[in-house]
């Protein structure tokens, strides 16, 4: 087959495809910006919001507000990260395809990263650069891995696990690498305080325009599923999916835009408003999204039915007259929509009540990015490595969990799963959750007590390394959780809800990043030993509630050709 040829459909092959090699270089490269950027936000944050002054000589108050906001900035990108997904699959499976979304969304990402570098020493510059990346990195995560599984056939089928951990790999190298090496630019003494900050948000960037690069340099390679329906029907579903997204956007966003002060800023003045009258204008936008996303929804579904979550579930209210007794309230939808079609929104709707409480994880885990890199600054960052004395900065720290993932994997793998299936335990998906909802419980108690040590010491003298033991915990709760919630969500949702669950649990990842946005402000009233203590509490009581929730829930797999 020529190299020139794009493929339409997956090439029967017993070895791997010939696209493989650019999604796996395209997402190394990806993750390697992403990540890195992300390790220097917060101290970033931090600094920008004192001005750039020495943190020694801040009054006590004012360096805690400004640590209390750039946590809530750093969780409310996350957020944003997690939360544009939801249109990202839309646009790439029912209007442009997977290739088109992620190239030129990939042109939008690189753009955030110029912005972050040329204004580094602005807020607006910093707003601005992260709204660009949150929209890019969450526009093509839904696609991404998906694109992976696109180029197999039944033929190379076999080759799929090992791709996915391959790709896996690829994402904590990137991950591991980049927050040992950006944290380091950035404080580079050559390059001082002002070019250190530019140049360690560029290189993400150069990073991220060699992945673009990459990912075009196949483009001829890979496997193209063409989206589906296209055209007119695809338009008005990518339309009425942003009507419905826009007031969700607005009034999150907004409120971080209302509390940094409108009332009595230039933008005030100018347009004359209050917190109040912008929330009636947020209001107002949205009701009015609202409505218009509903004329859309109903104007295509007259076109042609989709058999989508929403459809069904307003069918089925809609048309309660027609069941008959001893039916099901979704029922009713059989006859249109076939019998697996009726059971997608009460599937759906199960597994929504399941992982809410996955939110509160996600609140917890993300912090090793934030609050996690707090503490690290308080405590003494040399370390003995084989003999040689090291410096880290706080920032690089993270980089223990990329760097734990890839160790802790294979031990569950062949130290825990195996055995227990060995002694005929079935340690099933939802088991597994529940062990690593507590396990992440635990991991805040161990960072509670060790802040607690923190603040009873003089500043600097607790060694870093005591951090490695909430890092494993951590992390181990993240494969329990993460991966296992990922295979759960996919096998128990309806072929045709498929993507929506997939959107629904990275929603659950936004949640718990607005939750840390929410309670944020407490960092500025509480010790950070008690700011801990309060999520490990919040967590184990969320843990309990998991665990009854998972032993009460009764559902069924839904597989390819099952």
Known sequence: ?????????????????????????????????????????????????????????????????AESKATAITHLFNAGVYAFPMIGAILADRLLGKFKVIFWISMLYCVGHGVLSIGDHTALGMYIGLTCIAVGAGGIKPCVSANVGDQFTSANANLIPKVYQMFYFSINFGSFFSTLLIPWLYKHPDLGPKYGPMVAFAVPGVLMGI?????????????????????????LDFIGAVLFFLPFVAAVFAREFIEAGVEGSALAD???????????????????????????????????????FLAVMLYS???????????????????????EGAEGPPAVLRIMLVFSMVSVFWALFDQHSSTWIKQAGLM??????????????????????PLMVMMIIPLLNFGVYRP???????????????????????????????????????????????????????????????????????TQAPRSMKSTIMGFWLLCVTFGNLLVVFLA??????????????????????????????????????????
């Not at 003494?380 to 706080?394: C, E, K, P, Y």
């Open 211 to 235: 992945a673009t690069f990459i990912f075009w340099l196949g483009k001829n390679r890979f496997v193209k599923i063409p989206p589906k329906p296209g055209g007119r029907l695809g338009m």
């Open 380 to 401: 003494n960052l040399t370390i003995d490595l084989f003999g040689n004395t090291m410096a880290l900065s706080a920032s690089q720290i993270p980089a223990l969990n």
């Open 1 to 65: 087959m020529s190299d020139s040829v794009s493929l339409s459909k997956p090439a029967a092959a017993t070895s791997f495809p010939p696209g493989v090699k650019y999604i796996i270089g395209n997402e190394a490269a990806e993750r390697f910006s992403f990540y890195g950027m992300k390790a220097i936000l917060y101290a970033h944050m931090v600094s920008l919001y004192v001005g750039f002054q020495d943190k020694e000589g801040l009054d006590k108050a004012v360096l805690a507000a």
């Open 420 to 490: 227990l299936e060995r002694f005929g335990f079935n340690f099933s998906p939802l088991r597994r959750m529940t062990a690593g909802m507590f396990l992440t419980a635990v991991a805040f108690g161990a960072a509670t007590w060790l802040q607690a040590h923190i603040e009873a010491a003089p500043k600097g003298s607790v060694p870093v390394s005591w951090q490695m033991i909430q890092y494993w915990l951590i992390t181990t709760a993240e494969v329990l959780v993460s991966v296992t919630g990922l295979e759960f969500a996919y």
């Open 270 to 308: 100018l347009l004359g408003t209050t917190r109040k009258a912008v929330w009636s204008i947020i209001g107002a936008f949205s009701v009015v999204s609202l409505g218009a996303g509903i004329m859309v929804f109903n104007h295509r579904q007259e076109l042609e039915p989709d058999p989508g």
């Open 521 to 562: 402000p407490l960092e500025e009233t509480l010790a950070l030993s008690e700011f801990f203590g309060l999520f490990a509490v919040l967590m184990a009581g969320a843990a309990t509630a998991f665990a009854g929730l998972a032993y009460m829930y009764k559902g069924k797999s839904y597989l390819q050709g099952g």
């Open 317 to 339: 209210f809609r048309n309660q007259k027609k069941r008959q007794p001893g039916m099901g309230f979704f029922e009713v939808a059989t006859e249109r929509y076939g019998q």
